[in-house]
């Protein structure tokens, strides 16, 4: 198939005072073991990511902290924050969503990268504003096998030839309200997955 353009888990643990490393070797692989993964038969791969803000070497930048992956229909194909390798100067709250609690236990983001890597290998990547989910990640996925639901020029045209966010994409096109507050990578991958549905079906991917 060509294209052309122009349960999610959510882990809640106690915070104790002093975790031993058992035990957060064990949070770990709960973690791990209620991920969903179920990619038999699936062509297409909805993206979004929640970023954090890292330094390294008195650089800042944009880090994936928690990410999801939907087909098609917005089945949960991966849903699970990320722990980055560099030190969070800010988890942007307020917009990204992400509290510490939340990557206390989480894997690294390198095995929550390798584990993307294996899902998407051979399919078709859509995503809104993708690259910079896929900058977030420091992932690569073959340029021709990548949608971002921003570039559709027919979307693009609806909105005075503006790249919109997902937020009035959504509004306009789907009459529906998200990020109502914080954001959530896998309401925000389901939107997106609604989005590219549309624009399937008035023809505007092929």
Partial sequence: VSYTTGAAVCISVAQPRAPSQSSCSEKRAQHWHSMVV???????????????????????????????????????????????????????????????????YAPPLRDVRSRIESILAGKVLVGHAIANDLRALNLWHPPEAIIDTQKIPEIQMLFANDTPGLKRVCRGLLRREIQDGAHSALEDAQATAAVFGLARGFGWVV
């Fill in 38 to 104: 179920e990619t038999q038969g699936v062509d297409v791969v909805v993206m979004d990511t929640e970023m954090v803000i890292c330094a390294r070497k008195g650089r800042r930048m944009f880090v994936a902290a928690e990410v999801s992956l939907v087909d098609e229909s917005g089945k949960v194909l991966l849903h699970t924050y990320a722990k980055p390798p560099m030190r969070v100067v800010s988890y942007n709250t307020r917009y990204s969503g992400v509290t510490p609690r939340h990557l206390r």
